[in-house]
T-cell receptor
Framework: KAGVTQTPRYLIKTRGQQVTLSCSPI?????VSWYQQTPGQGLQFLFE???????NKGNFPGRFSGRQFSNSRSEMNVSTLELGDSALYLC????????????FGQGTRLTVV | TQLLEQSPQFLSIQEGENLTVYCNSS?????LQWYRQEPGEGPVLLVT?????EVKKLKRLTFQFGDARKDSSLHITAAQPGDTGLYLC???????????FGGGTRVLVKP
């Protein structure tokens, strides 16, 4: 069974640009969560989507947004990029029941210059 | 605010030695998950514990969830170089699939 797939693996963007990251969850999983990982802050929760609806949201500015499609694939968008947005962005997939196990993709390494 | 505190932050040991990583919180979690992450990769789930006082063993790894479901520990027996990595604990609550992560413990096992 295929794991969680994130694309692209690496991205370099310029300040002020916007970026879209993609995540395909494990087949049958309906919940997709997004996390930002930086050396200083560790892993921080961005948001969670379940059945195309945002179910939970972390403490990030509105420049960070996401959506989920009917096939459970999810995208996250960051607008007006800042240098501090450079991070490893991770997507986690789970079947969606409360408190169930989450399986992570390999992540997208975003560098803002 | 870091709700989950991991200790130590860094551990360097020789192959064959034992090690223990701690994960503590003032909050109650409905479940606690342990992950290992290698550089440039996503975290890989090792185990999930849900019941207070629960102990799970995975080969040389032993995981324990505190009775009050606020703390957990990971013990590795006879560590091997392949155990090197960043160990992360993550707490889940009943309300949705939002995980709160600890700061991580970087383990280096030298041959």
């Amino acid at each position: 069974k295929a794991g969680v797939t994130q694309t692209p693996r690496y991205l370099i963007k310029t300040r002020g640009q916007q970026v879209t990251l993609s995540c395909s969850p494990i087949s049958g999983h309906r919940s997709v969560s997004w996390y930002q990982q930086t050396p200083g802050q560790g892993l921080q929760f961005l948001f969670e989507y379940f059945s195309e609806t945002q179910r939970n949201k972390g403490n990030f500015p509105g420049r960070f947004s996401g959506r989920q499609f009917s096939n459970s694939r999810s995208e996250m968008n960051v607008s007006t990029l800042e240098l501090g947005d450079s991070a490893l962005y991770l997507c986690a997939s789970s079947w969606g029941g409360l408190g169930t196990e989450a399986f992570f993709g390999q992540g997208t390494r975003l560098t803002v210059v | 605010t870091q709700l989950l505190e991991q200790s130590p932050q860094f551990l360097s040991i020789q192959e064959g030695e034992n090690l223990t990583v701690y994960c503590n919180s003032s909050s109650v979690f409905s479940s606690l998950q342990w992950y290992r992450q290698e550089p440039g990769e996503g975290p890989v789930l090792l185990v999930t514990v849900v019941t207070g006082g629960e102990v799970k063993k995975l080969k040389r790894l032993t995981f324990q969830f505190g009775d009050a479901r606020k703390d957990s520990s990971l013990h590795i027996t006879a560590a091997q170089p392949g155990d090197t990595g960043l160990y992360l604990c993550a707490g889940g609550r009943a309300a949705g699939n939002k995980l709160t992560f600890g700061g991580g413990t970087r383990v280096l096992v030298k041959p």
